[in-house]
């Protein structure tokens, strides 16, 4: 450790992420020749090569894929230590921009608003995400966290807390045979929605896994869901409903929100409930994230207000659907919030 620069595995850190010397340069904002003496020296003190570099590409050695795992966790762990006392000297402040899918529901706002009392020198933003590109708006910088649908299995973003499980309501148009049933059990789809296909988020911006969760093709019993038009938007969704082009999912307090005369809900059977969950980009991880995240942790169980299964426009029954908080698990789910 005599002697060992921080910049030198900020730069190995970032390689190992670009495989490239170029924009590993410009990430860090010095020279492509700096990269590689920053990556000299390391290997100088580690003792042997961590990276291998040829004419046609840039990977890891063993060694130096053993190494950044080692380095990783460790390396946020002292970044984070570093923040959380300058904060601690300081206070939270700034601005924390927090993205959301669909509604920004009870449990959100209730930790907006624990988090803007608790540090009221930082602002928090709130900013609707796509239906169809839940982690985008994280990935481009654009978003500090994100509260959207589960599941979340990409490695390079954290789950925080997960909240708002709810069971799934399929949103149909009102002249659509369905709008006067009660129940309706997922293995009914198949023959159910022979003639309105499922709606589902579009391909471009989402994973498979994410989309099969939101509008699965597949019953629980291996049949097959016809596959409707895939839409971008919520509101996307909801028109074709109306115009009675297909079926959607939703989550009960999107169903509950999103109230119109031209549309019904009705309760799935069979389906895993759907659930929000709270994520961020585990290298852009701050002070401001890790708060917030406790306020939304921490927060009372939302009691939200849900339509009755044979939901006309008019229907007043209410239920009580209370929030569950699983910091760990990541659920598959369907429906969206």
Known sequence: M??????????????AEELHFGRTGERLRVSQSRVSQLLRSLERRIGAQLVERTSRRVCLTPLGGHFLAGLRP???????????ARTAARGIEGVLRIGFQGVAEGRTMAAVDSFQDEHPRCAVTLTELPLAEPFGALR?????????????RE????????????????????????????????????????????VGPAEEAAPEYWRAAQAPTVTPGGRLIPRGPAVTTLQEGLALIAANRGAMLLCRPS?????????????????????????????????????????????APDATNTPDATNTPD??????????????????????C
């Open 2 to 15: 005599n002697g060992l620069e921080i910049r030198e595995l900020e730069c190995f850190l970032v390689l």
């Open 74 to 84: 460790a390396y946020d762990t002292l970044r984070n230590t570093v923040e959380d």
């Open 140 to 152: 481009r910088g654009e978003v500090d966290a994100a509260v959207v649908l589960l599941p979340m």
């Open 155 to 198: 490695p390079d973003l954290a789950l925080g807390p997960v909240f708002s499980r709810q069971q799934q309501m399929l949103a149909v148009s009102v002249r659509h045979p369905l709008a006067g049933r009660d129940l309706l059990s997922v293995e009914e789809l198949p023959e159910e929605l022979a003639d309105c296909p499922l």
């Open 255 to 299: 169903a509950s929100y999103h109230r119109r005369r031209d549309v019904a809900y009705l309760p799935v059977t069979g389906l895993p409930d759907s659930a929000l969950g709270l994520v961020w980009r585990r290298d852009a991880e701050t002070a401001r994230v890790r708060a917030f995240s406790r306020a939304i942790g921490t927060g």
């Open 315 to 336: 229907a007043t029954d209410t239920l009580d659907a209370t929030d569950t908080l699983d910091a760990v698990a990541t659920p598959t789910n369907g429906g969206r």
